[in-house]
């Protein structure tokens, strides 16, 4: 089978290992190495509160050229206050040590408990290990795809093949998920690699519209973290003409990227704690995008809502309701509400519809809710997922 | 013991009982009845989307005199077009046919299921009886209180009893509660009764300040019902002249009010869907009210300290990064977070605490979450439950 993992691009290098930042021993540590230097692209949260790593990554994402990523799980580098710093710098500058480059070379992230200060002499043996274990291999990939992973249930990695003049150009990403995905965040962590020559205005363009279209559109519980970070790293070394413009071969290659980023969104969406369903809130009949956007997260984000759908359960009134008390316009006597293809409210009337078909709507892995406000023509969506008492078992039960 | 419910203050008879909209065969039909004419004041649920019963009793209090108010639970009357709206006002053309006043001056509320036509041949019957049982006796009161259940587990009643000019005046009430309760809403239904001689304005006054400083701090799910209604009658019969000016005794009044409402809201909180703890959340340091009133409610929505306080879990962590989130300014380096009396957060940095002390701490039946943002002077507060599984299967076995 062709490599799944973030190592199918030309010219990186990966590793993922325990270091023992969890109790568990399981996978904690992982380290990304473009031997060439890559072009960087990244978002951030826009939590106010933000992880030491975040800090630090932003300033290196400043540098011309990268030439490595190192992450860790089990512990998010979140007020820690002026260790945190430190800890975060001296992580970067540990592997920037180990692999011959300079430390604003070096991107970050950290993901997992807040409030306690990194266990760096573990780190630091971690560092030092992994960049002894760089491989190109798909294992390789595998093994920094599960070094990511918090309360995951099992990694997730994606890939997009695309020709651009004439030449193979490869994307591939890895992401973790879990709890904590709410909107107007970058993402959990998420990293990406591709081969494609292009210049960091037009990969950063890129990156903010697939994101846009795909992990920003997905709410697990409408929280956002204090960590969220997506990279996108280009070798450049498909062997093509560099793109500098939004030509064609522009436009194939953010393509490609948003259907990675889709791809690794709705993994995450049903790998998501506690979930066993996941739905897409489409709302047409909006007086602007962002109403749209407003409310198809209000359907999504409303606990009763995300409630019915874990029990099968056709309640369409509380869509209704959740729409109603957002922020978002709407004309309660044009409201229409559709599961599927079934309508089961229109023009602010029940409409009649036999309710065994809706509840086996409601009741499959993935279904579409569409919402009409009734008000102009604008239209968005989002990804949601249903709320179990797993997602409370998980969350009640997970100690500091 | 004396009269702890809606009869309490002079002039009221009310009666409550099962009519069969409930397929339980439990109590879902209540009539009050003031015979002399009430003032009224009346506050309803900010939603885009009400119901038909919202619509109606929007109107009618603008009457000078009430005479009457019907309330049925079972059913929301909502999303039921324009037959709902036809039902709505048959309600209080029955109740008016049956206490010989006219139907402006009957009062509305619906709660339950949404998106289904009320039964009104059971309603028209039950309207009927109702008025014949009329009583003023702490039972009758009871019995009103049980029918406006829907998955409360216990009737919640309260009194106040203060002393104006020298005569007595009592203040009484009842509340259903249990989900979707949230902020920027009256409330769910609540009914409060007094014997007050005071003027209609200084009455609706009161009622907005002692609600905006109670029902509209609590927030179960931060959900926005189609349907909250809170409604306060004077019979004005205590015997001393009317208050008209916002003089001392208005000030004892709207003392007694604001305690009355703080009862029930915190009697809704201990009964809310699956809740085992309440929380305060109280907000400092903020650059305006606004914004401590956002910091705190988004604490208290967070699904995640939710479920952390359904866990005994002191994790500040989460607390953090819920007010990091909200549109709140805060000042990372300033933050400061306090569990009852103990910091675990200082200034943007991990406090050192007792872990035993905090697990206590928000183990309690109720504890206060005080965070200050560190930004200016603002304050203000809420309370919040914890998320349990017992809440989602609650909502996700409640089929339509």
């Known amino acids: 089978m062709a490599n799944q993992s973030i190592t199918a691009p030309r010219g990186f290098q990966v590793a993922g290992l325990p270091c023992g930042i969890k109790r568990s021993g399981k996978p904690d540590l992982g380290v990304i190495f473009c031997a060439t230097g890559a072009r960087s692209a990244a978002v951030f949260t826009t939590n106010q509160v933000v992880s030491a790593a975040v800090e630090v990554c932003r300033e ?39 692999l011959a480059c300079e430390p604003h070379q070096v991107l970050l992230a950290s993901t997992g408990i ?22 190109d291999t798909a294992r390789a990939g595998l093994d920094f795809a599960k070094a990511i992973m918090t309360t995951d249930t099992r990694p997730k990695q994606a890939v997009q093949r695309i020709k651009i003049a004439g030449k193979d150009v ?56 204090t960590n969220d970070t997506a990279i996108l790293l280009t070798s450049g070394l498909a062997g093509h003409p560099t793109v500098t413009r939004q030509d064609a071969n522009f436009a194939r290659f953010a393509r490609a990227l948003e259907a990675l980023c889709d791809d690794l969104a709705r993994q995450m969406a049903l790998d998501a704690e506690g979930a066993t369903r996941m739905f897409k809130v489409v709302v047409t009949g909006a007086a602007t995008q962002t109403d749209a956007a407003i409310a198809a997260r209000a359907v999504a984000n409303y606990d009763l809502v995300k409630c019915a759908v874990n029990g099968g359960d056709p309640n369409w009134g ?33 409409a009649r519809f036999d309710v ?12 579409t809710i569409t919402v009409d406000l009734g008000v102009g023509k604008a239209t968005d969506f989002c990804y949601g997922v249903d709320l179990s008492r797993e997602y409370v078992t998980i969350n009640a039960d997970y100690h500091t």
């Open 60 to 98: 290196h994402t400043r540098s011309a050229r990268v030439y490595a990523v190192v992450a860790n799980s089990g512990n998010a580098n979140t007020c820690t206050g002026k260790q945190g710093f430190k800890d975060a710098v001296a992580m970067c500058r540990l592997t920037a040590q180990g």
């Open 114 to 135: 807040i409030g306690h200060p990194l266990p760096m002499p573990v780190i630091t043996a971690g560092i030092a290990q992994a960049v002894t274990r760089l491989s």
């Open 170 to 225: 490869t994307l591939a990403g890895t992401v973790k998920g879990a709890g904590m995905i709410g909107p107007n965040m970058a993402t959990t962590l998420c990293f990406m690699t591709t081969d494609m020559a292009i210049s960091k205005s037009l990969l950063n363009r890129a990156l903010s519209q697939a994101i846009g279209n795909s992990l920003n559109k997905l709410t697990v519980d409408g929280h956002q973290s």
């Open 318 to 350: 509380r869509i209704i309701c959740a729409v109603g008390s957002s922020r978002a316009r709407v004309n309660p006597d044009k409201l229409t509400c559709k599961l599927d293809k079934l309508t089961v409210f229109r023009n602010g009337q029940p």
């Open 356 to 367: 065994k078909q809706a509840s086996r709507i409601v009741s499959q892995t993935e279904h």
